[in-house]
Structure formats: C-alpha cells, structure tokens
C-alpha cells in the first residue's frame, strides 16, 4: 500500500465512477469491484448509492456476499453512501424481507426515511472531523439512521427543518457511512477523511 492505498469502488450496480474520480483525486488508486478476486486486491471498499435491494441480490449472484462480509469482519476499512450505508448497517427498517445486510456497522437504518416529507433535498451539515465550511450533503430517496449503538461515533445530523435532529453520517472503527452522496458535489472531504483512514488502517 505505501503511501498509495488501493481503495475499490462495489461496481455492480449504482453511481461507481463518481466514487472513483474521488478516490483518486485523494491520492488512492481506484478499481471496480465486482468479482471476488478484485475484492481480495484491495485496502478498503467504497459502497456507493444505488438501490440497496438490488445491490443486495446482485451481491449473492456474483458470490460477493460472503468475501465482503469476511473482509469486513477482518477489519477491512469501508464507506457505503445512501444504498451503501444500508447495505453496511446491522438492521434495515422498510426492506424486502430477503434483503441482505453486511453488518459492519451497529446502527438501525431506515429505508427511504425522509420520502414521507420530501424525495430529494440538500443540507448544509455540520460534520464531526471536517473543518471549514459545512458540508454540502445531496439527498436522494436516503436512509436515515434510526438508532446507533453505543460504539458508534455520530458524526452528523439533519440541521432543520421536518426531519431536523435525524443521523446522516455514522463511523464505528474504520467504517464510514453517509446518508448522501458527496461524490456528486466536487467537495472532497469525505473521501479524504475516508482514504486517511485506509492509510491508517
Ligand atoms: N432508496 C435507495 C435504497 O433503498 C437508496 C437511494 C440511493 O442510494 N440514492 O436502496
């Protein structure tokens, strides 16, 4: 790894090149996903947003499922956005009944959560670990975090409005996770927080 981690994008389904232009606008080499042996490959896995329920089912079919809960349970730094996050959390409230889980984070999350307000909006959040300005979070059909166990660090929530005081950015140990998608804004910053935490894995 060096200096230059090797940070893997899941390819199956969702908004993958994004989170590969970031990646490596942050100084990592980044690869797709979407086989065993690549998953092997890498220091740490990005989950991107997408619809969690596919990316579920597409997980069994390409026999990713079990590598990626192994690697994660060996302590494999990961970040999951929005379907990312869902797919990283212990519990999901308003699935599929046969919706998997990777159980990398302890936290309950809820499916499509804000949808009963409004589909799609953005925030200007105050992220714990990010300095300057706030953070511009996008919103897309996104989970929130309905409960977070004890060893996990909320890093953000929802500042106003109908769904004011809800978590939209969750870290236990070196795994991330973010309700939004920052890889559509330009702002770096939640990728770099994410590549600094491979390189210190
Ligand atoms: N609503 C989607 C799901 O349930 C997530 C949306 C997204 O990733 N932008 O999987």
């Known amino acids: 790894m060096a200096n230059q981690p090797t940070i893997g994008v899941l390819a199956l389904q969702g908004d993958a090149r994004e989170h590969l232009a970031a990646v490596e606008s942050c100084g ?3 690869i797709g996903v ?5 998953l092997e490959s890498v220091d740490g896995l990005v989950i991107p947003g997408g619809e969690s329920t596919t990316m579920s089912r597409l997980l069994t079919v390409f026999d990713l499922l079990e590598p990626l809960r192994a690697r994660l349970k060996a302590g494999m730094p990961a970040y999951g956005s929005c379907a990312g996050m869902i797919l990283l959390a212990s519990e999901i409230l308003d699935t599929r009944p046969d919706a998997e889980h990777l159980n990398g984070l302890d936290i309950t999350v809820r499916r499509n959560a804000f949808g009963r307000q409004v589909d799609s909006f953005e925030a200007d959040l105050d992220f714990a670990g990010i300095d300057g300005d706030p953070v511009r979070a ?3 059909r996104a ?4 409960h977070a166990g004890a060893g996990v660090d909320v890093l953000a929530r929802v500042p106003e409005g109908p769904a004011a005081g809800h978590i939209v950015a969750v870290r236990q140990g070196d795994v991330l996770a973010t309700s939004f998608h920052p890889e559509v804004t330009g702002d770096r910053r939640v990728h770099r927080l994410f590549v600094d935490m491979v390189r210190g894995n």
């Open 28 to 30: 990592a080499r980044g």
């Open 34 to 38: 979407r086989r065993a042996s690549e």
């Open 143 to 146: 989970p929130w975090v309905e």
């Open 138 to 140: 996008v919103f897309i």
